[in-house]
């Protein structure tokens, strides 16, 4: 069959030579479209999470306009929709609360119209799984183009990063050793330019693991929002959406087994987001594809950190880009990865990268001579997490990751901001930080709030980490030695609710050991008089949430998303 014969999806609504033909025509060309371009050609949805109220995102809608012109060049007919954006720093009380309701937004966005093929414009954290999820949950060709990392932030003759300087600079205000006036001055310099965080943080993180995973351009995803290339780049994935559409390259024949395996690894490489796990867990629960939290720690056993970036590291996505960015990973990476994982190029990972350098050997390191030895993420078990946690290794302190402690319980977030600046607050630098009541459901939404503040007394001391433990997740831009994911949480009963001050617990990364020193007998005591805390939601989305989100092992995604629909609409609308 000849591309000019060929029949879309789309043929359903402009095709048909009838009333609802008429319909679905006629309001259409009131945005002045002429009648050739319903003459059977691909209809490619472009799915922009650009908002104004989401800074990350904001220049999509002027990376739009470059995919469109690809898409135009191609032969396609592109159209743009909206769809919900997800704010990273400016949602309450997380933007994790809302992941699973944007990626129904796109999913029934994109089985609803007439759409042949999609382009996913994300950036900011959650937006970029989020648009991955429903995608995969209808199945059509779908391809990821991310809004691209700010420049690096400028401040006193040094480099600033998103979110990792900001936690930095926060607590040397805290321990007195620097003043409010120079803090506040820093604001202005940090986020400097369109894009998403600069660091390694989820939102570089998931942009890369997309490239990984075979669903973005080569060497597209750390270039910077504001370069040319950028555009570049959407005007290529506009042209390429088309074709693959011709091609029939549904996004399931790329979210695969392997891609997964490929983009954990990857993760382990880069210093990579803990949110990705979650991330991952719930696109491979989309896909239909086996995935469980023991992959993240078995698949990367044997994968060394080689990219030099903060939070793990020193430097910044710009750096990166400059580097040889995500293809001289791979690459580097050789026969660590599937290399013949098939991508949306309609080639493989590895002919894909081909030839790929590294040009800046303090950013990107050898696999010969690497940063560290170790990857990023840790999957620790134990009965304190009968369902497992996670530590990002290459963010924790040397010394830490063996340590036995006392803890120091805070029951909610409120208690935790309510204390940590007492000075009579009964810790020290061996004691163990534990934060309840901050996973899925018990916040809800699992927030970024896992890199509790050291106490302010042990920052005038001079501590600069502690051993911290809760339910919820942190910010990829965050760093310390801080246990995250803790399932199940603390609001389903899980040993964490049943923590006292006082209990001693044990935290071994190079065993994936975390336990708590209390006897079975105390615990069932405990949980004999336990009840879990009034969350006060009693209707709409949160309600809704709190009944049907899954646990961080599960990936948090609703119980009734898990699996795909396809894209059939059967009934008319008229």
Not at 144 to 169: A, C, E, F, H
Not at 254 to 268: D, P, Q
Not at 535 to 554: E, N, P, S, W
Not at 555 to 560: N, R, S, V, Y
């Amino acid at each position: 069959m000849t591309q000019k014969t060929k029949k879309f999806r789309s043929s359903h609504w402009y095709g048909k030579l009838d009333r609802d033909g008429f319909i679905h025509r006629s309001w259409m060309k009131s945005q002045g479209f002429p009648d050739h371009v319903f003459d059977g050609r691909p209809v490619i949805g472009i799915c922009n999470s650009a908002s104004e109220l989401n800074p990350c995102n904001v220049h999509l809608w002027e990376v739009a306009e470059a995919v469109k012109r690809g898409v135009w060049e191609a032969g396609g007919f592109p159209l743009e929709f909206p769809t919900m954006s997800l704010g990273e720093t400016q949602m309450r009380p997380t933007a994790m609360l809302f992941r699973n309701l944007m990626s129904m937004d796109v999913e029934e966005s994109i089985r609803a119209y007439p759409i042949d093929g999609v382009v996913l414009l994300g950036g900011c954290d959650k937006t970029t799984p989020a648009q991955i999820m429903g995608a995969a949950s209808v199945n059509l060709p779908s391809l990821v183009i991310s809004g691209g990392p700010m420049l690096n932030g400028k401040y006193q003759g040094k480099d600033l990063g998103s979110g990792t300087d900001v936690w930095r600079l926060s607590e040397a205000v805290r321990a007195g050793e620097m003043s409010a006036q120079d803090f506040f001055a820093a604001e202005g310099c940090m986020s400097r330019s369109h894009g998403h965080c600069n660091t390694m943080g989820t939102a570089s993180t998931m942009t890369n693991l997309s490239e990984a995973m075979g669903l973005q351009l080569t060497g597209s995803a750390a270039i910077p929002a504001v370069d040319a290339r950028r555009y570049q780049s959407a005007h290529r994935a506009g042209q390429r959406i088309v074709e693959m559409v011709y091609e029939e390259l549904n996004i399931l024949k790329i979210i695969t087994r392997k891609s997964l395996e490929n983009t954990i690894r990857v993760n382990a490489a880069i210093g990579g987001s803990t949110n990705v796990v979650v991330h991952l867990l719930a696109i491979a629960g989309r896909a239909g594809i086996p995935l469980t939290l023991a992959d993240f720690d078995t698949l990367t056993r044997d994968v060394p950190l080689l990219v030099n970036l903060q939070p793990s590291g020193q430097y910044l996505m710009e750096d990166f880009f400059y580097a040889g960015g995500l293809p001289a990973v791979i690459e580097e990476l050789g026969d660590l990865l599937h290399r013949d994982a098939l991508t949306i190029t309609g080639k493989t990972l590895g002919e894909n990268v081909k030839g790929a350098k590294i040009y800046n050997d303090e950013v990107i390191f050898s696999r010969t001579k690497p940063l560290n030895q170790h990857g990023s993420t840790v999957v620790l078990t134990g009965n304190l997490c009968p369902q497992g946690a996670v530590i990002k290794r290459s963010a924790a302190s040397e010394h830490l990751l063996t340590h036995r402690g006392p803890a120091y319980v805070f029951e909610t977030i409120e208690e935790l901001k309510a204390k940590i600046d007492d000075p009579d607050l009964p810790v020290t630098s061996d004691s163990i930080l534990v934060l309840k009541n901050c996973g899925p459901k018990g916040y809800p939404g699992m927030p970024e709030v896992g890199n509790m503040p050291i106490p302010k007394k042990l920052l005038q001391q001079g501590s600069t980490d502690m051993v911290r433990i809760s339910d919820a997740r942190m910010s990829g831009t965050a760093y310390g030695t801080v246990v995250l994911h803790i399932s199940p949480e603390a609001a389903v009963g899980g040993p964490l609710a049943l923590v006292k001050t006082g209990d001693m617990i044990s935290l071994d990364v190079q065993k994936r050991s975390l336990q708590l020193e209390v006897t079975d007998k105390e615990l069932a005591s405990r949980r004999a008089s336990w009840q879990p805390l009034d969350l006060g939601f009693k209707r709409g989305y949160v309600k809704l949430y709190i009944d049907h989100v899954t646990q961080a092992d599960q990936g948090a995604d609703l119980d009734f998303l898990v699996g795909s629909s396809g894209d059939v609409v059967k009934r008319e609308s008229h």
